[in-house]
């Protein structure tokens, strides 16, 4: 029996984001959403029958998880305690945004097992929210606040930098605010127009609204600063947390650990292979009922691959990549073969090796682009 992460895609929300470019359906019917979960469960009974796992890490995402009933949450998390063997300390993750949180759906999560909440802030000012998209003011996202430590000790916050019309000012006034509530760990993005999205097709609108690269860098400099003096530390290249509240899901990507991934979009890391399911919805619910999979693309990943891969996700941790590890699962001494990119990013100032791992300096985090490229 192996430990597995488990990661459900949950394409439904209110509103697409500006910015948003993941698989997700605003305002479905209640039809479609019924018959969604039901192939969520013929797909999970897929590897129930198949594989021998033990879940240790369950994550809900979307799209917005909290934006439909909290009954089919409930529904199908007592569908995989029943079906799986569950790890006794199995993290189980639900994002949330806050316009679709309520009081009821908190004591329902938190009843049904869930034991961490990853609320999309984003801003706390309505101008910034306003201007990406986002359903909810900051009053919403206040209230909220001050009802999530009441059933969850371990939460999340997610903040954008470089946001149309922010300023230095308005996201230290958004991240202090953030703070008076006590959150164990804060997810701090840069803003990405990606093609596809509303913000990429009104670039030209909004390009003369964002801060300058140099003011978003000073933006997290700053916020990296505030967060280690209150015991908040860095331990991802976007991701803050006290000891013992790092997202253990999230652990497994950085970590390149097996994971299982339902529903449409969602992809897996399985047996040496990466499986993609199709991304359109009613094309998943049928091949479901046909089959019992929907995969699309299956892509065996080559010992080259994973080793690339191993890398670059291991660079994102700020401890840094684990020589020891490197060694044990390739079979290599990471600086004999990469010696001459050791060499030359060492000289550049962007890497440094102590205690058996390479790592970014802060120089290196925020030119990460540039030292990936040399492992690609």
Known sequence: MRNIGLYIHVPFCKRKCYYCDFVSYENVNDDVIFAYF??????????????????????????????????????????????????????????ANPESITHKKLQSYSLAGVNRLSIGIQSLNDVE???????????????????VPLYFENFSVDVITGLPYQTFKSFMQTLNTLL???????????????????????????????????EERRMFWWAKRILSEIGIYHYEISNFAKKGFECKHNLKYWNVEEYIGVGCAAHSFFNGCRYYNTSNINEYVKKIKENGLAIEEKEI?????????????????????????????????????????IEKLKKYG??????????????????????WMEFV
């Open 180 to 214: 008076e509530f006590s959150p164990p760990h804060v997810s701090i993005y840069s803003l990405k127009i990606e093609e596809g999205t509303f913000l990429f097709e009104r670039y030209e609108e909004y390009k003369s609204l964002l801060p300058s690269e140099d």
């Open 301 to 341: 990943i080559s010992c080259e691959e994973r080793e690339k891969e191993f890398i670059i996700l291991g660079l994102r941790k700020i401890e840094g990549l684990s020589l020891e590890e490197f060694r044990k699962r390739f079979g290599v001494e990471f600086e004999r073969k990469y010696n001459s990119q």
């Open 38 to 95: 039901s192939a969520l469960e013929n797909e999970l009974i897929y590897y129930k029958e198949n594989y021998d796992i033990e879940i240790d890490t369950i994550y809900l995402g979307g799209g917005t998880p909290s934006s439909i009933s909290a009954n089919y949450i409930l529904k199908l998390l007592e569908f995989i305690c029943s079906n799986f063997k569950i790890k006794s300390n199995c993290e189980i993750t639900i994002e």
């Open 129 to 147: 929210l306003r201007a990406i998209g986002r359903v909810h003011d900051s009053e919403v996202a206040l209230k909220i606040l001050s009802r």
């Open 350 to 371: 962007l890497i440094e090796v102590s205690n058996n791992y390479l790592r970014l300096t802060e120089r290196g985090i925020d030119l990460a682009n540039l030292v």
